[in-house]
């Protein structure tokens, strides 16, 4: 046992010694060094370098608010001709199956539109209807009476 015991003793020294190989020894120079380099950092120089960027990226994150205010904005300016042309054709549809002027039709909702269409139609039909013009469009000749007119065609027999 005793020659186990003197066994495991070297095994546990290789152990130790490659356990200190594997940490980094700090020494003073190291230490030195590195309150050197803290002490070289221009740290007036830093702050006013991250003052810059954080005003850079408010400005940059105020102008990304107004953009998406905008776009909210104008989405709902589209969606609102969306439905003022969707409202439009409806008006068409209704005035063309119902037989008025599409200019009289009224309604937000196509079934508002239609219900004013069948009014206004049966409206229009309870009117009464004007006399019938015979020979519409044609201009009738006015004769004026023109003493020396008539005395120039008796002369020579010109009637018009």
């Known amino acids: 046992m005793a020659d186990e015991a003197t066994q495991d003793v070297p095994e546990q ?4 010694a490659s356990v200190e190989a594997q940490e980094p020894e ?19 120089a830093e702050a006013r370098k991250w003052e810059s960027r954080a005003k850079e990226n408010k400005t940059a994150a105020d102008e990304l608010e107004r953009l998406r205010a905008e776009k909210e904005e104008l989405a709902g ?37 239609e219900a004013h269409a069948e009014s206004l139609k049966a409206f229009a039909s309870s009117l009464p209807r004007g006399p ?23 002369l020579f027999g010109n009637k018009d």
């Open 132 to 154: 019938v013009v015979g020979a519409q469009g044609k201009t009738g000749q006015v004769k004026v009476a023109d003493p020396k007119r008539e005395a120039v065609q008796n």
């Open 26 to 44: 700090v020494s003073e120079d190291s230490e030195a060094h590195a309150e050197g380099e803290s002490e070289g950092t221009d740290w007036k």
């Open 13 to 16: 020294v290789e152990a130790q």
């Open 77 to 113: 300016k589209v969606s609102e001709f969306q439905a003022r042309e969707e409202r439009a054709g409806w008006a068409r549809e209704v005035a063309t199956s119902a037989g008025v002027p599409v200019e009289l039709i009224r309604g937000e909702t196509r079934e508002e539109m």
